[in-house]
């Protein structure tokens, strides 16, 4: 029966490629006719899974590279299908009639809310947990219930990396089941001292309930805490970036490795760090990983300048508040006058949900305090935006509403003024690129 789904499924990716769709069908197929053939497969030693609320795609793309870039052969959900049937999706794509994946090492994205189903037959042998954040709260509940999920899906023989600056990711090492690697970012000169947010996901001791205690933030619950009343405290991080050159976009590991990046936004930074932390794990030598990162474009904002104007675009995940507040930080920065772009197609490609709760875990805030110039609120639901600004304090003059990027592109590039940060989930980023964009890239 294995061989024969493989076979029929093949054929059918190989007529879906020929059209230009690359899709989860075959999985769907396959699981169908064998719902037991995700245990069916042979593996290869290496198997890395990634899971969590965000940064799964960025970190997955920049292991896989730099697994190709070390001389490995790589098997990767590539297009983010990161639910059962992506995942079978790639696995057919990978391996032989017989189901044996043809691959040195396998880098999967994993739906957190899945892992429970994949992670039993994939048996990955590390698995990144980036963060657990209050992300799709329509289908995710709340974020100890997406912990409990995850919590599900491991065992004692998974080695976990983990960003040690998170307080929520060091409950899954509590009863001390599993090998451990941290990464993690040092004081810096946006940390702060008292918190910035009133939403943070995490604020009390796991182990005796009292309210942590912090060093600093770098940001929401992430930076150096501790329990005042008992031994829980931030894990001593195995790779560390110790230093951030803002100006020249460079980061420096543990005082001697320095990284070219596109961007200095902290959810790029753990996204590099958790990939280079993972990449040591499994071997990659380190010279590759700093050769790959310096030369490859990895995933994050991007920067032009268009008639003498700085625009950046900020690639951020709808119904996930700590992807848009970090876009907010990065704003917060920068104190000359400013045009602020928000807008999506739609809330969510996968989910039938209009939700717009988290939009008030967001402190826009932040924004009022700046010289801004207009804010441009685009897209399905830019009313609903519009009103958050208005809550924000922001001059309901200064507020202005488009249906489309295409009718605003005229306004924000005649009628605006000082440099532009487009907030943007991800189906407005390449349209806005495209739409903006100026011939000298910085």
Not at 100 to 107: M, S
Not at 128 to 152: A, C, L, M, S
Not at 273 to 292: H, M, Q, R, V
Not at 335 to 350: H, P
Request: hydrophobic share 35%.
């Amino acid at each position: 029966m294995k061989v024969i789904t493989i076979f029929l499924c093949k054929i059918i990716q190989f007529i879906l490629n020929k059209l230009g769709h690359g899709s989860s069908l075959p999985g769907e197929i396959a699981l169908k006719l064998n719902p037991k053939i995700l245990t069916q497969f042979q593996y290869p030693d290496k198997v890395i899974a990634v899971t969590g609320s965000s940064g799964k795609g960025s970190i997955t793309s920049s292991v896989a590279q730099f697994a190709r870039d070390s001389g490995m052969k790589v098997a990767h959900n590539v297009k983010g299908s990161n639910l059962t049937p992506g995942i079978v999706s790639m696995l057919l794509q990978n391996c032989t009639f017989k189901g044996k994946v043809k691959a040195d090492i396998i880098v999967a994205e994993v739906d957190e809310r899945y892992a429970k189903y994949i992670f039993p037959a994939l048996k990955p042998s590390h698995v990144i947990i980036n963060n657990i954040t209050r992300d799709q709260p329509p289908r995710q509940g709340h974020f100890d219930f997406v912990y409990k999920e995850i919590e599900k899906a491991l065992n004692p023989n998974i080695h976990l990396i983990l960003n040690a600056d998170d307080p929520m990711l060091q409950k899954f090492t509590l009863d001390n089941k599993y090998k451990v690697t941290y990464y993690s970012v040092q004081k810096n000169k946006f940390s702060y001292k008292n918190s910035k947010f009133q939403n943070l996901n995490f604020i009390y001791c796991p182990l005796c309930n009292t309210k942590l205690e912090y060093n600093y933030y770098n940001f929401e619950e992430i930076g150096d805490y501790y329990c005042p009343k008992c031994n829980f405290k931030k894990p001593i991080a195995e790779n560390i970036c110790t230093k951030i050159d803002y100006e020249n976009n460079v980061i420096t590991i543990n005082d001697d490795v320095q990284l070219k990046l596109d961007n200095t936004i902290l959810y790029n930074i753990y996204n590099v760090l958790a990939a280079y932390t993972i990449s040591l794990a499994i071997g990659i030598e380190k010279e590759i990983i700093i050769e790959s990162i310096n030369h490859w474009k990895l995933k994050g904002n991007e920067d032009y300048v268009i008639n003498g104007r700085k625009v950046t675009i900020l690639n951020n995940k709808n119904e996930n508040s700590s992807t848009f507040n970090q876009s907010i930080l990065f704003i917060d920065r920068e104190k000359s006058k400013k045009t602020i772009v928000i807008g999506w197609k739609e809330i969510s490609r996968r989910y039938n949900f209009n939700d717009l709760s988290w939009l008030y875990d967001i402190d826009f805030e932040i924004l009022a305090k700046h010289d801004i110039d207009k804010v441009v609120c685009v897209g399905l639901h830019k009313y609903d935006i519009a009103t958050r600004m208005k809550y924000a304090n922001i001059d309901k003059s200064k507020i202005v509403v488009y249906d489309s990027l295409e009718e605003a592109m005229p306004y924000i590039k005649n009628k605006t003024k000082g440099n532009i940060y487009a907030i943007l989930n991800f189906d407005y980023v390449l349209p806005f690129k495209n739409l903006i964009k100026g011939d000298d890239e910085i």
